[in-house]
T-cell receptor, first 112, second 113 residues
Framework: EAQVTQNPRYLITVTGKKLTVTCSQNMNHEYMSWYRQDPGLGLRQIYYSMNVEVTDKGDVPEGYKVSRKEKRNFPLILESPSPNQTSLYFC???????????FGSGTQLSVL | GNSVTQMEGPVTLSEEAFLTINCTYTATGYPSLFWYVQYPGEGLQLLLKATKADDKGSNKGFEATYRKETTSFHLEKGSVQVSDSAVYFCALRKAGNTGKLIFGQGTTLQVKP
């Protein structure tokens, strides 16, 4: 089954404690992206990757890091989380044409 | 810059009512337009799309027509069901492989039996 898998689904952490949210896709997609979803603001892009070893900033990259060492994986790293990073995060993937994005089920992050 | 504006929600309807969710956009050139739907507790999934002016996208009884003259892509359904309750996102992507996907803020639809 074609899918994008994110883990964990829920995460509660404290300010400053490094964390990683994993994302994996099984569709051999070149394009992968991270979004955060906040009430009233819709989806905002954090980082994206057009292929292995190619990443670029989205609209709200501050406080986040990503890597793309393998085609299927695109982890999101918060080196020093802060409360303003409390949000619902989605990973997505597609072909380069981006005519259809496939989304993971989301990670609800709370930073205390 | 490019942007997408959707009508504010929540939109509350009774089952079998007619649905319209307004979406207007600002973009140069000829973007592709999309509607994504997010059911409770799930990620977004593509509902329909249109890639050029006057195209009509349709899926699961939902329709939207790409109107270049009014820069709009309103979502419609003739008879909604309780199972249509979800958040609906309008989005655009500029032409070309470097075109970024830009989402509207989302409109929540609640359908009551």
């Amino acid at each position: 089954e074609a899918q994008v898998t994110q883990n964990p689904r829920y995460l509660i952490t404290v300010t400053g404690k490094k964390l990683t949210v994993t994302c994996s896709q099984n569709m051999n997609h070149e394009y992968m992206s991270w979004y955060r979803q906040d009430p009233g603001l819709g989806l905002r892009q954090i980082y994206y990757s057009m292929n292995v070893e190619v990443t670029d900033k989205g609209d709200v990259p501050e406080g986040y890091k990503v890597s793309r060492k393998e085609k299927r994986n695109f982890p999101l790293i918060l080196e020093s989380p802060s409360p303003n990073q409390t949000s619902l995060y989605f990973c997505a993937s597609s072909t380069v044409a981006r005519e259809k994005l496939f989304f993971g089920s989301g990670t609800q992050l709370s930073v205390l | 810059g490019n942007s997408v504006t959707q009508m504010e929600g929540p939109v509350t309807l009774s089952e079998e009512a007619f649905l319209t969710i307004n979406c207007t956009y600002t973009a140069t050139g000829y973007p592709s337009l999309f509607w994504y739907v997010q059911y409770p507790g799930e990620g977004l999934q593509l509902l329909l799309k249109a890639t050029k002016a006057d195209d009509k996208g349709s899926n699961k009884g939902f329709e939207a027509t790409y109107r270049k003259e009014t820069t709009s892509f309103h979502l419609e359904k003739g008879s909604v069901q309780v199972s249509d309750s979800a958040v609906y996102f309008c989005a655009l992507r500029k032409a070309g492989n470097t075109g970024k996907l830009i989402f509207g803020q989302g409109t929540t639809l609640q359908v009551k039996p």
